[in-house]
Each structure stands twice: as C-alpha cells, then as structure tokens.
C-alpha cells in the first residue's frame, strides 16, 4: 500500500512537471495575441501634411486670392507646414500686403522659398519671404531691391523728397513691424527699401534675415524636422516632418481663367479683337455675330486693364493707328497712311504696358502678328463702305432713280400725266410738256409722284 502511494505521488509530480512548461507557452501565446490584437485596434499615426504653394510671376490681387485659399485650405485640413515657393519680380503693394496678413494670420506655420535656382523674390516679394516663419532660399537666387515706385499711366513718376521719404518710411515701418517679431534684422533689410540693395542667398543667410539655405522642397522639410519655431503670436511651436505627404494646391479654373487674362499678351489680343468687332459692326450693321465678339472681348480687356499699368500714351497710339487706316481707304496716299497706321500701333503695343514693378510688356511678335491682320481688315472694310456708297439701290423705290420709262398719258408741264415703267403705271409730273410714246427719266420720287424730264435723243 505504502508502494503504491509513493508511486501515484512520483506521477503526479512528473505531470506536474510537464504542465508547467505548457501552461507558460500558452500564457505567453494569449499575450502576444492580445497585443497584437490591440495594436490593430489603434491606428497607425497619419502622416504630416505639408501643403505646397506657388508664387510664380508678378504678385497681382489673383495670385493675392489664390494664396488666401490655399492658406485656409491647409488650415482646414490641419497641416503641418505650408510652403510657399517663389519666383517673382515683384507687383503690386496692395497684394502684397494682402498676402503678408495671411502669412502673419495663418493658424499653419508658414516658410518661403525662393526656388529654383537663379529665381528671385525681389521686391514684393522680399516682403513676403521675410514675413513667413521660415524664410529659405535655394543655392543661386538672390532678394531685395524692394524700394517702392509710384507708377501712373504705366510710367515711374519723379516724386518731391518729402514725398518720397514718407513712402519710404511707410514702407520700412511695415517691413520692422514684422521682421523684428521674427527675429530677422530689420535694420539690414531696410537698405533693401533705403538704398534699393539686394542680397544672395549667402549674404541673406549671414546677414540672419533668412533662416537656412535648402537645395529643393524635400531637403528643406529635412532640415526643419524637429525644429522648434517661435509663431508670430510668440507661441513655439515644434515642427514633425518626418515622411511627410505632399500635396500641391492648384489654382483653381476661375483663377487660371483670370490669370491668363492679365498676362500682357492676352490683354493686348482682347483689346484689338474688340476694336475690330465694334468697328466691323459699325461699318457693317446687321452682321451681329462681331459685334457680340468685340464687345465681350473689349469688356475682358476692361477688366484686365483694372489689373495691369497700363500707359495711356499707348491707348492713343492705338486709336491713332485705327484713324490713320480709315483714312487710308478714304484718301489716295500710296500706302503712307497705311504704314504710319501700322507703326503707330506697334509702338502702342510696345508703350501699353511697360511698368518698372514688372519688367515686361507686350511681346514684339504677338504685336506684330495682331497689327498686320488689323491693318489689312480695317483698309478692306472701309473701301467696302465707301464703296457701297456709290452702289445703286436694288430694292424700293429708289432703284427708280435714273431709270427710264415710256410715257402712256401725255404729261403737260408742271401737270400729272401716266407713264410705263418697270411694267408698272405710275403718275409723274415734267417741267416740259412730253407727248405719249416719248422716253423719260426719273430724276426724283416724292411720295407716289415720279418727277421726270424728257429723254433727248441724238
């Protein structure tokens, strides 16, 4: 009996022995499922959005417009940074103030970046870049010269010194109010305004009124990774880039729509275009279909011309130009009129939109290429005007002018007689006596009254 104890209590031992090892593998499988199970419950951390903006041309109250969307877009989406890249010659003040407002406003961290290489941010847009909370530029582009000029009629205007000194100190009081809160060097930027100065990259970077030099958008997202930025409400505020996704705001068609209309170019097409449908429909009435088209194409070039500088003197040139081709069909001059018509609008193009914000103006070739066909169609339509002046009505009473008839009731002077015309009897009256069977001609038509005059034969 005592064997048989001792022997169930060495079974008992060994199973003993060998549950252990399972019940901890079993233990440690049900935790390894309950973590993974609630790691798949959580969700993976989203990437950081980083939303791409585009400064490329004169900064105009379109491209004002666009950024403001796109400011509230990545504001709505809650991204990470926006960025800003910027080729620009400069624009107009009022946009780039409108633009600085937002940067300064936008509840999203901002940086500009001047790319790609050999671009610049001059001007307005030296304003803009040193107003964002990165200010970047890549290798080989340069800022500055951001003094302000007073343009009217498309030309620079010579201001008086106390005149321009408040301009100059308007404009260096709104470059400190913000590059001082950025901690920028407010005192080196003013020369920008003071002295017109521009700066590289390099000597922006030394000078600490940017805050890193990048080679593309990717490596500056490397370099502010985990940086800490200081807002401009004074707030820090640590940037988390790593991986993040890119997503480039577009204009939208509307704004390319608008866009397209204040490039110089177009402007200068939409304004001849109407010109030549208004004139057409004045010179050809009942023809309608250009005079729809001129004054749709005249009212966008109105529109455009709100926008762009445009100088007057080159407006008169152009309505100089369409005087001298009227006049060209009217009068003998052997193709002089016609050529002073063509080189006055060619230098119209060229004085049309000339602005020193700017630098450009309206492209010799698309001039050339308008004023010719211009030319040629103005000439034609009015030779056809002044043509059909000396044609002979073809309907109505009028096509009687001139003609002959036969007289079938003896006409006495000054007295109503019948005569046969066009197989029709009307009633006319002679100064002489005509006898029946003679030839008249009509000379003129008083209601239903033909004055007429014998027809003499040799």
Known sequence: MTHKIRRGTACRARLSAGLLPAALLLVLVTLCVGVAFSSADQPAAPAPLVSVLHIDGDVEPILATYLDEGLTDAAQRHAALVVITMDTPGGLSDSMKDIVQHILASPVPVAVYVTPNGARGASAGFYILLSADIAAMAPGTHTGAASPIMVFGGVPTQLDE???????????????????????????????????????????????????????????????????????????????????????????????????????????????????????????????????????????????????????????????????????????????????????????????????????????????AVTLPFALIAVFLMRLVLRSRKWKSATGKEELLGEQGIVVEALPAGAEGIIRIHGELWRAISQQPVPPGSTVRVLRIEGLQLFVEPVTTS
């Not at 152009?318 to 063509?342: P, Q």
């Open 162 to 368: 106390v005149f321009r000194k408040k301009i100059n100190n308007d404009a260096m009081a709104f470059l400190r109010s913000f590059t001082e809160k950025r901690g920028r060097n407010p005192t080196l930027a003013e020369t920008a305004i003071t002295d017109a100065k521009a700066f590289t990259d390099k000597e922006a970077l030394d000078a600490k009124m940017i805050d890193l030099i990048a080679n593309s958008v990717d490596d500056l997202l490397r370099q502010l990774d985990g940086r800490t930025i200081t807002r401009f409400d004074g707030s820090k505020v640590t940037l988390a880039l790593h991986n993040p996704v890119q997503t480039s705001f577009e204009l939208s068609s509307r704004e390319k729509f608008l866009s397209r209309l204040v490039e110089p170019d177009i402007f200068f097409v939409l304004l001849i275009v109407g010109v030549l449908g208004l004139y057409t429909e004045f010179t050809h009435p009942g023809v309608i279909a250009p005079g729809v088209i001129g004054g749709i194409c005249l009212i966008l070039a109105l529109y455009a011309m709100h926008f762009l500088p445009v100088n007057l003197a080159g407006v008169f040139l152009i309505l100089l130009a369409l005087a001298f081709f009227i006049m060209e069909a009217k009068f003998t001059s052997h193709g002089v009129l016609a050529a002073g018509g063509i080189v006055s609008m060619l230098l119209g193009a060229m004085f049309l939109i000339r602005s020193p914000l700017t630098g450009f103006g309206v492209s010799f070739f698309v001039s050339l």
